[in-house]
Nanobody, 123 residues
Framework: QLQLVESGGGLVQPGGSLRLSCAAS????????IGWFRQAPGKEREGVSY????????AYADSVKGRFTISRDNAKNTVYLQMNSLKPEDTAVYYC????????????????WGQGTQVTVSS
């Protein structure tokens, strides 16, 4: 069964850091581009960060550029999202998604989605 599982969310104070993980099971992540998305209550889902299958290409939403870093360890079949200098407006459920392509996928369909992990930034 193909599955993505996010972890690492939680409650953090403004200015703090969290590292989210997206672990794949049932398939080899090497061949998949990954995207991190988030959805806050009452808002549409938005793309946060993207990485190509090799890790050589990355992209970020303007709202997180300079604060978030996406990376991957294909040996561990896992993609990470390091989030620093967190702000209350970063509060959302964060999802990772996978698409079988070597390229960055900034727009378009992702085939597999995780169940999400809650990130809450509050004092």
């Amino acid at each position: 069964q193909l599955q993505l599982v996010e972890s690492g969310g939680g409650l953090v104070q403004p200015g703090g850091s969290l590292r989210l993980s997206c672990a794949a099971s049932g398939f080899i992540l090497d061949y998949y581009a990954i995207g991190w998305f988030r959805q806050a209550p009452g808002k549409e889902r938005e793309g946060v960060s993207y990485i190509s299958s090799s890790g050589g290409g990355t992209a970020y939403a303007d709202s997180v550029k300079g604060r978030f870093t996406i990376s991957r360890d294909n040996a561990k079949n896992t993609v990470y999202l390091q989030m620093n200098s967190l702000k209350p407006e970063d509060t959302a459920v964060y999802y990772c998604a996978a698409r079988e392509t070597p390229y960055l996928v900034l727009h378009g369909i992702y085939n597999y989605w995780g169940q999400g992990t809650q990130v809450t930034v509050s004092s």
